[in-house]
């Protein structure tokens, strides 16, 4: 916690980096099921996926530099990172949920 934040009684303060993230998340995962036409089976772990995605990626574009931010956002960087959270969530989710049939059992 930084200084201000002692200042204030302790409590310490929730940059928007996190919410910015969660809404590039769900602009892609959006985007996702407007082009399939269809919600995937794996929508939560999808959604994970994208969220921790972006904001890692705003991590990143933070470091590196970006070409598209948004106050101190790194819009490019997020998206990138979010669709490659998307494509972790859809290669490594089967794997860890099984498909309906063998639920239903």
């Not at 904001?55 to 998206?79: E, H, K, N, T």
């Amino acid at each position: 916690m930084g200084p201000g934040a002692r200042a204030r009684g302790g409590v310490g303060v929730i940059g928007p980096s996190l919410i910015l993230a969660a809404i590039v998340a769900l602009f892609h995962v959006s985007l996702l099921v407007a082009v399939r036409g269809r919600v995937p089976d794996l929508f939560p772990l999808v959604a994970i996926g994208a969220l921790l995605g972006a904001w890692a990626g705003d991590a990143i574009g933070g470091r590196l530099g970006d070409v598209w931010r948004i106050g101190d956002f790194s819009v490019a960087w997020a998206s990138i990172l979010a669709w490659a959270g998307i494509g972790f969530a859809f290669t490594l989710g089967p794997l860890a949920v099984r498909p309906r049939e063998e639920r239903r059992r």
